[in-house]
């Protein structure tokens, strides 16, 4: 290869992988899109066991305890409400705070 034809070349690689570096992958376009949907909030008093496990830290065993919870003990009135449920602590409820409602107030 001359001097020339290198040259050529190696602006070539160096422009396709500028041009790589700013085009937004599939994968962070598909999680940009799917942002808005994990942001909306669950609402706590009205969500069955499979839309609960959907919280961060809540599995099939939790949300099931929090819909017998509000069967015993009717709707939730703050999302505090949620340690009163077995198993849900300071942790696993800062986790989830942002993403849970008890209706029209939150």
Same mark, same amino acid.
């Given at each position: 290869?001359? /001097? ?44 069955? @066991?499979?839309?609960? @496990? ?10 099931? /305890? ?28 800062? /986790?989830?705070?942002? /993403? @849970? ?6």
């Amino acid at each position: 290869m001359n /001097r020339a034809t290198r040259r050529v070349f190696m602006t070539a690689t160096l422009l396709a992988l500028a041009m790589l570096a700013v085009t937004p992958s599939p994968t962070k376009a598909a999680a940009t899109a799917a942002a808005p949907a994990a942001a909306e909030r669950i609402n706590i008093n009205t969500a069955g @066991v499979d839309e609960l @496990v959907a919280l961060p830290g809540i599995g099939r065993a939790y949300a099931e /305890r929090i819909v017998e919870y509000r069967t015993k003990n009717g709707p939730f009135k703050k999302p505090e409400d949620l340690l009163n449920v077995r198993g849900i602590g300071e942790k696993t409820f800062e /986790r989830i705070r942002e /993403r @849970v409602t008890v209706g029209s107030k939150s």
